[in-house]
């Protein structure tokens, strides 16, 4: 199956300043890499996904890159608000499956 | 976009009791739905693979005589947690399919999650 490993566990930042979170994948196939973010207490929303034909694609303040030779992918925001604070967690379909497999998860934490 | 609800979205039992939980797609039909647990601080992780129509798909581990999922239409499934323990208190999340004609690619919504305490 699909292994996927997600850093850093936590991440702190001050408000205004930039975050990334990187995820790297085992599976060459893969093709969809989507980034959720959960709050406390909710499931998880997609904010943002990125198919394998293009390397970077960026919403606002969010952006993913990916670079599938060396089979990763990070979620970037900038200009950070106290409301940016969640879990963001990555997931990559593979292993010849559409069903995800997800990261460990990366505490954001942005202090205002 | 696509939406998903759960209920309930908190229930406490005592144990040996039963607990159903329901999943919804409310603007959409969901081929597949997929029911995960989440313990604090971990990753969701997949129990089952929910088809409309056909008997649940369950992850290793994952006992089906415990955890019964029904998927009755393509807007509903449900998971029933039988003679519950403490043990199974966790963050139920559920997340139904639904296919990206522009792109065709397999996109999740993932309900608001269901927090299950067991006394």
């Known amino acids: 199956g699909e292994n996927v490993e997600q850093h850093p566990s936590t991440l702190s930042v001050q408000e205004g300043d930039s975050a990334v979170i990187k995820c790297t994948y085992s599976?060459?196939?893969?093709?969809?890499f989507p980034w959720y973010k959960q709050e406390l207490g909710k499931g998880p929303q997609l904010i943002i996904d990125?198919?394998?034909?293009?390397g970077e694609k960026k919403d606002q303040r969010i952006a993913v890159t990916l670079n599938k030779t060396a089979k990763h992918f990070s979620l970037h925001i900038t200009e950070t608000q106290p409301e940016d604070s969640a879990v963001y967690f990555c997931?990559?379909?593979?292993?010849?499956?559409?069903?995800?497999?997800f990261g460990r998860g990366t505490s954001l934490i942005v202090h205002p | 976009g696509a939406v998903v609800s759960q209920h309930p979205s908190w229930v406490i039992c005592k144990s040996g009791t039963s607990v159903k939980i329901e999943c919804r797609s409310l603007?959409?039909?969901?081929?597949?739905m997929f029911w995960y647990r989440q313990f604090p601080k971990q990753s969701l992780m997949l129990m089952a693979t929910?088809?409309?129509?056909?008997?649940?798909?369950?992850e290793q581990g994952v006992e089906k005589d415990k955890f019964l999922i029904n998927h009755a239409s393509l807007t509903l499934s449900t998971l029933t947690v039988t003679s519950a323990h403490p043990e199974d208190s966790s963050f139920y999340i559920c997340?139904?399919?639904?296919?990206?004609?522009?792109?065709?690619?397999?996109?999740?919504?993932f309900g608001p999650g269901t927090r299950l305490t067991v006394l």
């Open positions: 997340s139904a399919d639904q296919l990206n004609s522009g792109s065709n690619y397999n996109e999740q919504f």
């Open positions: 599976d060459s196939a893969s093709n969809y």
């Open positions: 990125i198919r394998s034909n293009v």
């Open positions: 997931a990559v379909p593979g292993g010849g499956s559409y069903i995800p497999t």
């Open positions: 603007d959409f039909q969901a081929t597949t």
């Open positions: 929910s088809n409309e129509g056909s008997k649940a798909t369950y």
